[in-house]
Structures are given as C-alpha cells and as structure tokens.
C-alpha cells in the first residue's frame, strides 16, 4: 500500500476517455484501501459488492464507502447523487457475494498465506472469464498465481492510498497472465479516471521498490542523527516537490506495513532493502504511524 496526498482525482466529464468499467465489481477487504476501490468503482457506474470477514466489519465498510463517496458529491466530483451512488453498493459476508462480478479485487492485508487464502477462495466462485486481480504492494504475481486454475486471468492492479486523491494504478503482469486482460485492465483503470503503468512481475513493481528505498533511506538519517523527521521531509517536499515526505509518508502507510514489504524485499532483493533498527524498534513498540497516533509524527487519535 502507498498512500499520496492532494484531491480528489477525476477530470470533467468531457475529457475522460471512453472506456468503460465493469458492469458489477467485488472488492474483497473493506478496509481504508478496499473502500477507496469500491468508491472509485462505484462513480465510474458499476454495482460493487464488498465482502468482509463478518457482519460487524461489513457494515463498517459500507459506512467508509458511502462516507467517502458523499464526499465526493459535496466536491462535485460526480453527477449522481450519494442516494444513487450507494444503490449501487452491496456488503456480504461470504465470498458467495461475488456471484456475477466481471472483475474481484482482493484487498486484504499484505500478507503471503492470507492473499493465498482469499483468491482461492474468490476463484472457485467467479467465472470461467471473469477477471482476478490483487492490490498487492509488493508480493509476486506469480507467486500468488501459483495457487489459481486460472492464472491467465488474474493480474496485479497497485492503487495508491488514499484511493480518490491518487491518479496512478499499477497493472502488473505476471507471467501467465493473458495480454488481452492487461488491455482491459488498462481499459478499466482509464474508465476510473486513473492512469495506468504497465509493470511485470518483480519484487516491490515499480512503485513499491523506489518509494520503499527512499523511505527506509529516510529512516536510517533519522537514525543517524543527520536531520530531524521534518526536515528530511521537507527536504524532499520543497527541494523535489514530493507531495508528502519519506517518513510522514511510512506513518500514513503504517510502520509494520512498511516493515513488512522491507523484510520480503530483503529477502528477494538483498541487503539495500534491509529495515533499519529503529523500524524494528518502532514498531516493536507499537509505535505504528497514524493509526496508533504516534510513528515519525504525533497524530491526533481521531
């Protein structure tokens, strides 16, 4: 997961190429990045439908889709009112809730054995040529493929947190994946009003790997007594026009997210991507970012 900063991306209408989405989308994970995907789903006209693990973080999720898309209408980023918009909207509890969607996203933690989990599980309710793909910030394809019957439909699609102020999704090719469906997956990603980038499989994609190494770059100054966390960020804010700093980017992101990707680029990529003593000691002591309401930064606990 990465997140960026800024508004609410979506151009006027009249500019937007003539691409469509699916008629019916199922993102399983309602999570902050699994509703930014329904969200973005539902304003392009498709029916989305998001499982959750039970009733209670079901409703959840339906209560941060339909938060985020009134938001949405209040900045008149869309034509359709919050009423119509969350018609369109479904919550399940079962992957049997997928039943006819044309494209499932899986949104879960990033974590090996639970991907695996879930898209086999998603996979044995979807149709023959319906379309897999997992939000993924830095697992292989592949690797995640190698549990599937049908790995030529299934693809990486990398949005960006948070999801409607982000213009970039990576489509990532792994190398079973049939070359019609990175077509329609670039298709589906202009009808949201995204940018696609087109990456083959390798550990961390494109964006993964070059934001992971600049924040862990971060941390190790920090580390090191160089300069203070405000300072190395804007370092990269006002001298590169970063939208959001290293280390104020990994609290947003979550320090044990960033960890994680860390240590499974370690292991597939060598030493550079090493994790530094104070992001193990950080988050050892649950020292998580935003949603703890202390990492780099002090964050209020709203």
Known sequence: MTDTTGSETRPPAASRPAHHAPERVG???GGRMGAGIAHAFL????????????????????TRVLDSVAASVARGTTGETAEALGARLAVATDVDGFGGAGLVVEAVPEDLDLK????TRVEAVLAADAALASNTSSISIDELA???????????????????????????RGTQTDGA???????WVQAIA??????????GF????????????AIRMLEEGVASAEDIDAAMTLGYKHPVGPLKLTDLVGLDVRLGIAE???????????????????????????????????????
């Open 27 to 29: 993102v399983l994970g």
């Open 43 to 62: 304003l392009a006209g498709s029916h989305v439908t998001v499982v959750e693990r039970d009733d209670v973080a079901a409703e959840a999720a339906r």
């Open 116 to 119: 695996l989990d879930a898209l």
């Open 146 to 172: 190698g549990r599937l019957e049908r790995p030529k439909r299934f693809l990486g699609l990398h949005f960006f947190n948070p999801v409607p102020a982000s213009a970039l999704v990576e489509v990532v």
């Open 181 to 187: 469906l990175v077509e329609e997956a670039r298709g």
């Open 194 to 203: 995204k940018t696609p980038i087109i990456v083959h499989d390798a550990p």
């Open 206 to 217: 494109a964006s993964s790997r070059l934001g992971v190494a600049l924040g862990l770059e």
């Open 264 to 302: 499974y680029l370690a292991g597939e990529l060598g030493d550079r991507f090493e994790p530094p003593a104070l992001l193990r000691r950080m988050v050892a002591e649950g020292k998580l970012g935003r949603k703890t309401g202390e990492g780099f930064y002090l964050w209020d606990a709203q």
